[in-house]
């Protein structure tokens, strides 16, 4: 399909949906300013409350089953609508959950006052992810506020851990098997491609968490009285994180490279042929130059290719001025992003061999795994990938591209290892959404068209032929 001469979605649904502008923008908001960030304890009560909130939310539109479900962590929300006899079965996933909102004095509006101006919204959670998860009910809404059904039957399954790791989501997936069963899983939680290009994400790198810890007294010493012959655990620290990388930008770490898939011609032609602005991506970063492994492009080093990075590091004196001590201990947080055919505990394994290879002696060097995820590729030729494709450029009037990313989201895994369903990953913040970073904004136009293209992509999937889904 080309660029609509017909409405792109039902015109009742586009009418409703038009008439119903301020109050969806309200609503949104209202659902922004609970700040459930998963990573601190204080703001479980808000996770929680912001699951009661979405509950409250699906039974208002005419959703059903809804259940604020235990999980031994923050609740995942379920909801459904499965009265679509004979059409296939989606699942839609989201995470409710925040990242932290630190450093909170570069938010030019406070993370939890969400705010819309110059055709964007503003606030923690505004695109990653309950921005799209709002979208999603919205669709619903429209469709069963002006039709009383949905073209096909969804199951909504939103969780309150994503952005720690989903520790709980296997094991609930595991026993509520039945209940989410679907012929595909579509996971809004991805974004368009630079330039705000229309696009579906076919692959995500998975994830690999560890924590270095450098022990060596009991109490800091004085550095004029034990300086020069003890060891120094920040030092150690620096001299074992100085060994993990070349200056060529190789992780050092031996068979951490073993399972990478190799990036075939045609991979690398995918990555060649996206609309990649190098220089206006550089200029946004207000780098002086940007840096990878060597041998590769910008893009296939972001979607292709593995990382590891340091993504905070601790130990010793803080504060202002100087205080003379050869601190107690030492620590750093490090994640690797990996890519098919790696295996996260694989990759702990081959982190802390290596670490305690390097370490210095005079100190006791320990590696702890705080969590992983798989890597995925989904087929960009699958009936439903090209059903969103239709979607997308129904409403957008543009075809979509089709993106490796860098991001993981390791519930894209489970889906695919525990469900056994595909998994399509239809996602609406534009590129530059500031996730998990000061002033996270949505493209309100990518906002609304985007709740457009769910409408649509039900019907497309609706219409695809029985063995599509
Ligand atoms: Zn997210």
């Not at 989501?169 to 069963?181: F, K």
């Not at 220089?279 to 492009?297: H, I, Q, S």
């Not at 982190?351 to 290879?357: D, G, I, N, S």
């Amino acid at each position: 399909m080309t660029s609509t001469d017909t409405a792109a979605i039902d015109p009742a649904v586009d009418a409703w949906l038009a008439e119903r502008a301020d109050d969806r923008l309200a609503s949104y908001q209202a659902f922004l300013r609970i700040p459930s960030i998963s990573a601190l304890p204080e703001h479980a009560d808000d996770c929680r409350a912001t699951a009661e909130w979405i509950a409250d939310d699906m039974r208002r539109i005419g959703l059903e089953h809804v259940e604020v479900a235990e999980t031994g962590g923050h609740p995942i929300v379920y909801g459904d609508w499965l009265h679509a006899t004979g059409e296939p079965t989606a699942l839609v996933y989201g995470h409710y959950d925040v990242q932290p909102v630190d450093p909170v004095e570069l938010w030019e509006s406070p993370p939890f006052e969400p705010v819309a101006h110059d055709g964007s919204m503003f606030g923690r959670g505004s695109s990653d992810d309950k921005g799209q998860i709002h979208m999603h009910l919205r669709a619903a809404e429209a469709l069963l506020a002006t039709t009383g059904g949905l073209p096909v039957n969804v199951r909504y399954l939103f969780e309150g851990e994503e952005e720690s790791s989903s520790v709980h989501l296997d094991r609930w997936l595991e026993a509520n098997r039945e209940r989410v069963a679907a012929d595909v899983a579509i996971i809004s939680d991805t974004g368009f491609f630079e330039g705000n290009i229309p696009s579906i994400t076919v692959g995500l790198r998975g994830m690999m968490y560890a924590q270095i810890d450098v022990v060596g007294t009991a109490v800091d010493l004085h550095s004029g009285g034990y300086g020069g012959v003890v060891q120094n655990p920040a030092n150690a620290l620096a001299t074992i994180i100085a060994a993990l990388k070349g200056p060529d930008g190789r992780i050092a770490v031996p068979e951490f490279y073993d399972d990478v898939a190799a990036l075939s011609d045609e991979d690398r032609s995918h990555f060649a042929a996206l609309p990649f602005d190098e220089d206006a991506y550089l200029a946004r970063l207000g780098l002086p130059e940007l840096f990878g492994e060597t041998g590769f492009t910008t893009l296939e080093r972001r979607g292709g290719r593995p990382t590891l990075d340091v993504n905070g590091l601790w130990g010793g004196f803080q504060g202002e001025g100087s205080k003379t001590i050869i601190p107690a201990h030492a620590h750093a947080k490090i994640s690797c992003r990996l890519v098919p055919n790696q295996d996260p505990d694989r990759i702990f394994d081959a982190l802390r061999a290596y670490v305690a290879q390097v370490a210095p002696p005079g100190v006791t060097t320990t590696v702890r795994l705080l969590g992983g995820g798989l890597p995925s590729v989904t087929p960009v030729d699958h009936p439903v990938t090209q059903a969103a494709a239709r979607a997308l450029e129904a409403t957008f009037g543009r075809a979509p591209v089709y993106v490796r990313e860098g991001g993981s989201i390791p519930v894209c895994a489970s889906f695919e290892s525990i469900l056994g369903q595909p998994v399509v990953l239809l996602g609406f913040a534009q590129p530059d959404s500031h996730a998990h970073a000061p002033n996270e904004w949505m493209d309100l136009g990518n906002y609304e068209t985007g709740i457009r293209t769910i409408v649509r992509f039900w019907t497309e999937i609706a219409d695809l032929p029985d063995e599509g889904a």
